[in-house]
């Protein structure tokens, strides 16, 4: 049966009702988007229970995360002071290849000469020890400790140019904006940024409930018809979102949603985090996320304004939680003393399907992987965009619509799990049972043909993972001639090309990394002009 347009029209002038269960990061950052894309035309509401606090792994970001920001028409003067918020360059990885080794995977897409990527003419000639160093300015600013800006606030010039923006000026989203890498992107408090999207969504009509939700009641079709609340009865709408962790209160357990485990390729299944005090007068701030390797797993260091946010994660089959939080809080030293500790059982993988009927699952409850690459904050945010871009009618239609919706965020999870097995089978470690076992675990067959592939040649466009995930072919490339544990060969042409443009690019790049660290302030420096109002 088909909708005709009037159809469609008069079901369209009916103001939609949307009901988000649960808050923290994925529930206001849901709402806040909504908001702005739709305005007083959809009727939001939140519900959260004050007994349930958010889960503080989320603190670092993709570049990407610039979209969500500038959708809401939000400088980076209104909300970074408000979240203790510092700005991320690179993901440093050390010991990965061996004790005091380490290499960044920085926001900067990587040159090309004569067709081929800097990572090739590298293969081919070594410019130095450090490929990273050789290939991307980024990574001299994030060992120098510097800001991607200029005390006035200009950006550092790189390939992104920033346009001016106005209230009327179009937005971009990740979906449309492939161009260009942006230079970097945030760590930030998560429970600060849940509480300043609470007061931009509720500010803009968004009605806030405090609440247990007790039911989830069912129709005849097997469709959420309302969820109860303790206090406030019946909550109806046409559309819920399940933004209830890992519970998955409406989409797995309510709707009966079965879950698609990663376990057998990333088996880090468990955290302990610790927020250590930093004082910023005194201490520097790193732009970058720290990824150290350990026996069985890795520690994330992520500098903000007033701590250092911290945290193991690990395989809980090679190591106890006890054992891994006397390994943390020896890592961090002192300062870890009185700290309390908060372990974390993490559900990796994802939802077979994150929209099912009338409910959509945002953050955990749709999927999660470990927070090596910083990916559980892009997956809330790009499966916001993707229920704007697929918002039902209630027309013959949007089954297809779900359908569109649930290939992307399967996509882009599937995607982001190759890239991360990659880290692991890459890696050149091997010195105890966790690390020898990351070389003989199973991977997706499609990446284990990939990785034959690459031996050959690196990684491009038509060898990584097909469809969009947030990670172009320059990340693969990071990664492989990072963590050295893969044998990785030149292009055969470059035996006959001339290299001498390729030498030149390495130069340029030199020389502009070194003019930058000695013009720009660090960290510290720009985020106190900051605070105070620059």
């Not at 990574?139 to 140019?161: E, H, K, M, N």
């Not at 911290?310 to 002192?334: K, M, N």
């Not at 090596?372 to 697929?390: D, M, P, R």
């Not at 320059?474 to 001498?500: F, H, Q, R």
């Amino acid at each position: 049966m088909s909708v005709s347009g009037s159809e469609r029209s008069a079901e369209g002038n009916r103001k939609k009702r949307v009901v988000i269960v649960g808050g923290g990061t994925a529930g206001w950052m849901t709402a806040s988007y909504l908001t702005a894309a739709f305005g007083d035309r959809v009727d939001l509401t939140v519900v959260e229970s004050a007994q349930i606090g958010t889960i503080g792994v989320g603190e670092a970001t993709f570049s990407d995360i610039r979209h969500f920001f500038e959708f809401l028409r939000l400088e980076e003067s209104d909300w970074m002071p408000e979240c203790n918020a510092t700005y991320k360059l690179a993901v440093r990885f050390e010991n990965w290849r061996e004790p005091g080794h380490h290499f960044y995977h920085p926001f900067e897409q990587m040159s090309s000469v004569d067709g081929f990527p800097l990572s090739d003419w590298w293969l081919r000639n070594p410019t130095t020890s450090r490929f990273d160093k050789d290939s991307f300015v980024m990574t001299s600013l994030c060992d120098a400790g510097v800001s991607p800006r200029y005390l006035d606030g200009s950006l550092i010039d790189q390939d992104f140019v920033e346009q001016e923006r106005d209230d009327d000026s179009a937005r971009s989203t990740i979906a449309e904006y492939q161009g260009a890498q942006f230079p970097y992107a945030y760590h930030f408090e998560a429970h600060l940024l849940a509480k300043y999207l609470t007061g931009y969504a509720t500010r803009r009509g968004t009605r806030h409930i405090v609440d247990n939700v007790v039911d989830v009641a069912l129709d005849e079709r097997g469709w959420i018809s309302h969820v109860r609340t303790e206090e406030h009865g019946d909550l109806e709408a046409d559309l819920f979102v399940d933004c209830t962790g890992f519970r998955g209160l409406l989409l797995n357990k309510a709707l009966g949603e079965p879950f698609v485990s990663y376990q057998d390729t990333l088996p880090n299944d468990s955290a302990v985090a610790l927020q250590v005090p930093l004082d910023m007068e005194r201490e520097p701030i790193r732009p970058c996320t720290t990824a150290t390797a350990q026996e069985a797993g890795w520690i994330w260091t992520i500098p903000l304004i007033s701590r250092v946010g911290t945290g193991y994660v690990y395989a809980s089959d090679y190591t106890t939680p006890e054992q891994a939080e006397r390994v943390l809080r020896d890592f961090v030293g002192p300062a870890a003393a009185d700290v309390p500790a908060n372990h974390i059982k993490m559900r990796i993988g994802r939802s077979r399907r994150s929209w099912v009927n009338n409910c959509v699952g945002v953050g955990l409850s749709s999927g999660f992987v470990e927070p090596l690459e910083s990916t559980g904050i892009f997956f809330i945010h790009h499966a916001i965009e993707q229920i704007v871009k697929y918002f039902p009618s209630g027309g013959a239609g949007d089954d297809r619509l779900r359908e569109l919706y649930n290939r992307s965020v399967g996509h882009v999870m599937d995607g982001v799990r190759e890239f991360l097995v990659l880290h692991y089978r890459s890696a050149k470690r091997a010195d105890n049972q966790y690390w020898k076992d990351t070389k003989t675990r199973t991977v997706p067959d499609s990446l284990a043909e990939r990785i034959e592939f690459w031996k050959h040649k690196v990684p491009d466009a038509e060898t990584v993972y097909p469809y969009y995930h947030g990670l172009p072919p320059y990340s693969y490339n990071c990664i492989l001639l990072g963590m050295g544990g893969i044998d990785v060969n030149y292009s055969p042409a470059l035996d006959w090309a001339n290299e001498k443009a390729a030498l030149a690019e390495f130069e340029r790049i030199r020389v502009k990394a070194e003019k930058l660290v000695q013009e720009l302030p660090t960290q510290n420096e720009y985020f106190a002009a900051m605070r105070a109002g620059r």
